[in-house]
C-alpha cells in the first residue's frame, strides 16, 4: 500500500494542514445549491409553469425539458471559458462568489407576471447554478488529500441531500396547503381542486433564494484555497478559451483513462440530470399520483440519500472510485427497468416507493464517486481546465437527455415509460465505455502539479 508521502507527491499535494473549517464549509455549500435543484428545478418551477401559467401537463414535459436544455447549452459554452479563467487565477473562490449571488438573486425574483421574464430569470438561475459547480467541484481538492476524498465528497453529498429536505419544508410552509388534490370518482384521475397563486411561488423562490444565501456565505469565508503564481487577467483569455479547448480535448488523451471516462460521463449525466428534472412529472403523469404522494417519493429519495452519501464516500476510499461507479450503474439500470415496468406491465403503483428510496442511494453513490474519480485522473495543474470540460459533458448529457424525453413524451406521444428506456440505454453505453478506465493512483511529473504561491493564510 502506498504511503501518505508517496501519495502527496503524485497527487501534487504539499503536506499542508486542512482545517475543520474549510471542509464544514465546503459541505454547507452542497447543502445549499442541493436546496435550489430540488427546490427550484425539480419541485416548485414546474408546478409553477402548471398551475400559475396554466400548461396542460404533458406540456409541462416539453417546455420544462427545453428551458433545462437551453440552460444547460448556455453552460456548454461557457464552461471552456469558465475553466481557463479559473485555471489562471489566483483563486476560484471568488467566481464561486459571483455565480452563487447572480444564481441567488435570480432566484429571488422568479415568479414574474410576465411568462417570459419568469422563463429568462429561470434558465439565468440555472446557468449560473450550473456554471458555480464547475468552481465548486474543482475545489473539492483543496479541502482533502487523495486518502479521505471519498470521505469528504462522501459528506457533502449526504449533508447536501438535507437541502433538498429544507427546500420542501420551505416549500410546504410558504404554500400552506394550498396545493390540494383529489380523486374524482367518475374517473379516478387526480383533478386540482385548489392551486397557490404566483404570489404563493414567488414567496417560494424568495425563500430557496435565502437559504442558499445562507448556507453558501461559510465557503466564501473560511474555505482555504492554495493561492496560484498567475499572471494578471486579461480579456484574452476568453477567445483563446475556446482554442484551448481542443487542446485540452487533445491533452486529455496524455492522461490514461481521462478520455473514456469524460465520454462515459456524458451517456450517465444525460440519465441522472434527465431524471432529477423530470421525477415528479413522471410520478404524477404515468403512475397518476397526486403532487403530495409524488412529493413523498422524492422525500423517500433523499432521507434514503443522506446516509447512502456517507456510506459511499466510505467505499469509495476503500475499493476506489471507479469500483464504486461501477457498481452504481449497475444499480442504475435495475432501477430504470423497474420504474418503466410499473405502468407498463401494471404492477403494483406502491413499487414507486421502494423504486424512490433506490434512487436516492444511487444518486448519492454518483455523485459520491464521479467526482474523486475525475480529480484522480486529472492533472493538479490542469484542474480548471478538465473540470470544466467535466462539466461541458454533463451539460451536453443534460441537453441531449431533457430535449429527447420531451420528443418522446409530447412529439412522439411515445409516453413517459418510453423516455425512461431511453434513459437505461444511456446508462448502458456508459458503463461499457467506462470498462476501459482504472483509478490507479498517477504519477504527475513537474509540468503536471501547479506552482503554488506561499500562502500566508491561516489554517481553517
Not at 33 to 51: A, H, K, R, W
Not at 297 to 310: K, T, Y
Not at 363 to 381: C, N, T, Y
Not at 433 to 442: Q, S, T
Amino acid at each position: 500500500m502506498a504511503t501518505a508521502a508517496a501519495t502527496r507527491a503524485r497527487e501534487g499535494d504539499a503536506p499542508r494542514h486542512i482545517g475543520r473549517r474549510s471542509v464544514a464549509s465546503w459541505v454547507l455549500y452542497d447543502l445549499a445549491n442541493t436546496c435550489f435543484s430540488l427546490g427550484v428545478i425539480t419541485l416548485y418551477f414546474p408546478q409553477l409553469l402548471e398551475y400559475a401559467f396554466g400548461y396542460a401537463k404533458g406540456r409541462v414535459d416539453g417546455q420544462l425539458g427545453m428551458l433545462a436544455a437551453g440552460a444547460a447549452a448556455i453552460v456548454f459554452v461557457l464552461a471552456p471559458v469558465l475553466g481557463a479563467v479559473s485555471d489562471q487565477a489566483a483563486r476560484r473562490l471568488p467566481f464561486l462568489a459571483g455565480s452563487t449571488v447572480l444564481c441567488i438573486a435570480a432566484t429571488f425574483f422568479l415568479a414574474q407576471p410576465a411568462e417570459g421574464v419568469t422563463v429568462a430569470l429561470f434558465i439565468a438561475a440555472v446557468v449560473c447554478f450550473q456554471a458555480g459547480l464547475i468552481f465548486y467541484d474543482s475545489l473539492l481538492p483543496e479541502v482533502s488529500t487523495d486518502e479521505n476524498r471519498g470521505r469528504i465528497g462522501g459528506i457533502g453529498v449526504g449533508v447536501g441531500y438535507m437541502g433538498s429536505l429544507l427546500a420542501y419544508a420551505i416549500g410546504t410552509v410558504l404554500l400552506n396547503g394550498k396545493l390540494v388534490v383529489r380523486h374524482l370518482p367518475h374517473n379516478g384521475l387526480p383533478q386540482v381542486w385548489q392551486a397557490p397563486s404566483l404570489e404563493d411561488y414567488g414567496a417560494v423562490f424568495r425563500g430557496i433564494a435565502t437559504a442558499f444565501l445562507v448556507f453558501a456565505i461559510p465557503a466564501f469565508l473560511f474555505i482555504r484555497e492554495r493561492p496560484r503564481v498567475a499572471p494578471p487577467l486579461s480579456w484574452r483569455v476568453a477567445p483563446l478559451a475556446f482554442s484551448q479547448l481542443v487542446a485540452t480535448t487533445r491533452h486529455a488523451r496524455r492522461y490514461r483513462g481521462l478520455l473514456p471516462f469524460l465520454v462515459g460521463r456524458m451517456f450517465y449525466a444525460d440519465a441522472a440530470n434527465t431524471l432529477i428534472v423530470m421525477v415528479v412529472l413522471y410520478a404524477t403523469g404515468s403512475l397518476a399520483m397526486r403532487y403530495e404522494d409524488a412529493a413523498s417519493v422524492a422525500i423517500l429519495s433523499i432521507v434514503a440519500a443522506i446516509p447512502a452519501g456517507l456510506v459511499w464516500g466510505r467505499v469509495v476510499d476503500r475499493v476506489g472510485p471507479k469500483r464504486t461507479l461501477d457498481a452504481v450503474l449497475m444499480g442504475w439500470m435495475a432501477i430504470f427497468g423497474l420504474v418503466a415496468a410499473i405502468p407498463v406491465l401494471r404492477l403494483p403503483t406502491w413499487l414507486i416507493y421502494p423504486a424512490g428510496a433506490a434512487v436516492g442511494i444511487a444518486l448519492a453513490g454518483l455523485w459520491a464517486s464521479d467526482r474523486p474519480l475525475m480529480a484522480r485522473l486529472a492533472p493538479p495543474r490542469y484542474y480548471g481546465q478538465f473540470f470544466g470540460l467535466y462539466s461541458m459533458v454533463g451539460r451536453f448529457g443534460a441537453i441531449v437527455g431533457p430535449l429527447t424525453w420531451g420528443i418522446i413524451v409530447t412529439s412522439l406521444g411515445w409516453g413517459q415509460p418510453a423516455a425512461v428506456m431511453f434513459l437505461l440505454v444511456w446508462v448502458v453505453i456508459a458503463f461499457l465505455i467506462l470498462r476501459r478506465v482504472d483509478d490507479r493512483p498517477r504519477e504527475w511529473g513537474p509540468e503536471d502539479l501547479p506552482e503554488l504561491a506561499a500562502d500566508k493564510a491561516a489554517p481553517g
